[in-house]
């Protein structure tokens, strides 16, 4: 099973950017998706998470109103809409599949290795 992040990069404040998780070796349609990161010297903390149809959705207060999470299970990828970024969105996104619903990492089974945003001026 691979989960792979990808469209990071660097960004002004105020600027957006959308996040892809492009998952091989199981059916994503089964499964929830989770949307993570970690800040230069945090802890890893949930961002945003999405049932397996889509019907239900899950955001972090902090991202609320700027961010949206959205999949596409016909062809095994979830996304990270991220508008409105603002530096303290730095860090390492990570996505994240598993077969219950939960904020929690440790319940997440599958991870992708991650992908950099980073929002300066």
């Known amino acids: 099973v691979q989960l792979q992040a990808s469209g990071g990069g660097l960004v002004q404040p105020g600027g957006s950017l959308r996040l892809s998780c492009a998952v091989s070796g199981l059916t994503l349609e089964y499964y929830v998706i989770g949307w993570f990161r970690q800040a230069p010297g945090k802890e890893r903390e949930f961002v945003a998470g999405i049932s397996w149809n889509g019907e239900r959705t899950n955001y972090a207060d902090f991202v609320k109103g700027r961010f949206t999470i959205s999949r596409d299970n016909s062809k095994n990828t979830g996304y990270l809409q991220m508008n409105s970024l603002k530096p303290e969105d730095t860090g390492v996104y990570y996505c994240?599949?598993?077969?219950?619903?939960?904020?929690?990492?440790?319940?997440?089974?599958?991870w992708g290795q991650g992908t950099l945003v980073t929002v300066s001026s």
């Open positions: 994240a599949a598993d077969g219950g619903w939960s904020t929690r990492e440790d319940d997440y089974y599958y």
